[in-house]
């Protein structure tokens, strides 16, 4: 008997073990990158990936010579493997004692504009949870969290994915603004309608990807307005330097442009017409037991957007002719 639950233990190792690297295969991108983080060699991590296959009998990772992605099945078993390494890992650390301290792997995706705040305060974070390993890609748009190993994204607005759990974390507040040089040579836009004739910054959250339209609110509420883009940045802290240069108008998150604003760097237009606030939110898979890491990132995001936004200028250039004085003040500082 006893030999025969050796046999069992064994067993159950093995292919926890291989779920194990499975589940890094998928988050590093590599067989490689998966074996120097478990201290294995490549051909190993391969030959328990395949094994595993032949065990269940799919195929979970569709491999080329260039690049790999999971199929349908290996879709299905990354979330069952990441529930149950989980609740593996969520009980140890229970039953250890260390339930309150924060350890493991944590992936997040921050959008560059919901990320303003966070970013300059993420050694906080590493110093509050010294035992966790961080791993931080800008820019994402919180899709495909678990094909691409990603545990959280912060972004803007809600995703139309309901396989995924969201918390409201913060408030994502646009300002449209132009530097005094800008308007001075090209006039104040007076209404929605006059951007059509106006040099417009756009910013697009993923690299060479779609660019996100300007908003406005309107008769019918907030509204986007498609407007032509011969200037277009995924960067969005080269948009704003864009828009300080003179090079067009540009609508980004008030966090950004607060100093420049007040510094009369930057002079918001439109702002009769400002779109209504976005909710900036924690997207994350949805799980039987939420890792204390997790927890702990999420909770802390929302604390830090709660207490470090920046509050609204309290007198916006709404008047259409506001802006001559800063205009006038430029022209004499240049």
Not at 39 to 54: F, N
Not at 129 to 157: F, K, N, S, T, W
Request: proline share 6%.
């Amino acid at each position: 008997m006893d030999r025969i639950e050796t046999i069992v233990e064994v067993m159950v190792d093995r292919v926890l073990h291989a779920m194990t690297v499975f589940t890094h295969v998928v988050r590093l991108g590599s067989f490689t990158a998966a074996a120097e983080s478990l201290g294995i060699t490549a051909p190993s991590a391969s030959t328990l990936v395949r094994q595993l296959e032949a065990r269940l009998g799919v195929m979970l990772l569709q491999r080329s010579t260039r690049s790999m992605s999971l199929t349908d099945e290996g879709k299905q078993y990354l979330d069952h493997c990441l529930n149950i390494l989980c609740e593996i890992r969520e009980m140890e650390e229970h039953l250890s004692g260390a339930s309150r301290v924060v350890r493991g792997r944590l992936s997040v995706e921050i959008d560059h504009e919901a990320g303003v705040d966070l970013l300059s305060s993420f050694a906080d974070f590493r110093r509050l949870h010294p035992e966790l390993e961080l791993r931080i890609e800008l820019g994402g748009a919180g899709e495909r969290l678990i094909e691409h190993g990603v545990d959280c994204a912060v972004v803007i607005g809600h995703l139309p994915d309901s396989s995924l759990q969201c918390r409201r974390v913060g408030t994502y507040r646009a300002v449209t603004v132009a530097s005094p040089a800008y308007l001075q040579q090209n006039g104040v836009p007076r209404d929605i309608g006059a951007l059509h004739t106006h040099e417009f910054v756009h910013h697009a959250p993923k690299p060479f990807g779609a660019a996100r339209q300007p908003r406005f609110e309107g008769a019918a509420g907030t509204q986007p307005l498609k407007l032509r883009e011969r200037t277009l940045a995924s960067d969005v802290h080269l948009v704003v330097d864009y828009a300080v240069r003179g090079l067009g108008i540009a609508q980004v998150g008030l966090p950004l442009v607060a100093e420049k604003i007040e510094a009369g760097d930057l002079i918001e237009v439109l702002a009769d017409v400002r779109p209504a606030p976005l909710p900036i939110v924690a997207v994350y898979p949805q799980r039987r037991h939420m890792p204390m890491s997790l927890r702990a990132f999420v909770e802390w995001v929302a604390h830090r957007l709660e207490c470090g936004a920046p509050a609204r200028p309290a007198q916006p250039y709404a008047d259409p002719n506001a802006w001559k004085a800063a205009a006038a003040e430029y022209t004499l500082n240049a």
